[in-house]
């Protein structure tokens, strides 16, 4: 069967070769905005890869992988693995293929770029979701983060893999039956050249991801204003525990063009294949199309 994307690529600023999926969309894709996914901090570009397939029916959808993360080589300076270096990153990709306007979807830390990304050059994003994640965090959340990122474990088989990320992430997915957590393990982890499975991402990310104030850059409030005219969807799970209720009413106070929507039984973040989700989306982008 045909892949429906393109493995490209592309180099930063400091020479590493960076890696994206490239779904080059239907007939007249090429005349809309394309979107671009941005993926969270341990994750890479198969967290879209339903959503991307589903999109590209009409739009060009562009998913980088982060330094660190998946295809994209890892940095020999761990301090250069913050939201601000990503989003130069991104900003270089964009600039290669000529994207003056695009449509923004970015989880947990790939909305946080989004925000940071609408400050630097306001007007350009057509359009955004947000994936559970706004300008302000819970400390709790990114302690709980913190528990788990890093942390070299293999397995030796799918299924050893599948039920330690149960044990770990049981509490955001409580419905997740063991199928489902098959499909996470595969989104998440890679077979290593010793044949043990592990997570697909540089394990130094935790470094300055532990460090006091570099979760996340502070104040993100002005440059969540600067999405404050542009559709938005907001996507929150009911049991998230970074993206609090009470950020979702100032965020909405705040912004007169999002529409925030709750995914049922769903913690941080949800993947966005939940009916919920793809139907908020859907209607976001349908006056694109």
């Not at 007249?28 to 570009?45: I, K, Q």
């Not at 630097?120 to 706004?134: C, E, L, S």
């Not at 302690?143 to 955001?172: C, D, F, K, L, N």
Request: proline share 8%; glycine share 8%; with cysteine.
């Amino acid at each position: 069967m045909e892949s429906p994307y393109q493995d490209r690529y592309w180099a930063s600023s400091d020479g590493l070769k960076l890696h994206y999926r490239d779904y080059a969309g239907a007939d007249g894709a090429a005349g809309r905005p394309p979107v671009l996914c941005m993926h969270g901090l341990t994750r890479n570009a198969r967290d879209f890869e339903n959503l991307a397939e589903h999109l590209s029916r009409t739009f060009r959808v562009i998913v980088p992988e982060m330094r660190g993360r998946g295809m994209s080589e890892y940095a020999p300076n761990s301090d250069s693995y913050s939201p601000a270096v990503y989003v130069g990153d991104v900003e270089r990709l964009l600039e290669e293929q000529k994207i003056e306007s695009f449509i923004a979807i970015g989880t947990s830390m790939g909305g946080l770029m989004t925000m940071m990304m609408a400050t630097a050059k306001p007007g350009r994003i057509a359009a955004v979701v947000m994936n559970d994640i706004g300008p302000e965090l819970n400390p709790a959340g990114i302690e709980r983060i913190g528990g788990y990122v890093g942390q070299q474990r293999s397995y030796p088989t799918w299924m050893h893999a599948a039920r330690s990320m149960a044990s770990v992430h049981q509490p955001s997915f409580p419905d997740y039956d063991l199928e489902k957590w098959l499909h996470m393990a595969k989104r998440t982890m890679v077979v290593g050249q010793n044949g043990r499975i592990s997570y697909d991402y540089d394990m130094a990310i935790a470094e300055p991801f532990s460090r006091p104030g570099n979760a996340a850059p502070t104040d993100l409030w002005p440059a969540f204003d600067a999405l404050k005219d542009v559709p938005m969807v907001l996507l929150r799970g009911e049991l998230s525990d970074l993206l609090l209720p009470d950020t979702v009413t100032q965020m909405g106070e705040r912004s007169s063009a999002m529409t925030s929507i709750t995914v049922p039984r769903v913690g941080h973040a949800p993947t966005l294949d939940e009916p919920e989700a793809r139907a908020a989306i859907d209607e976001l982008l349908t006056p694109l199309a």
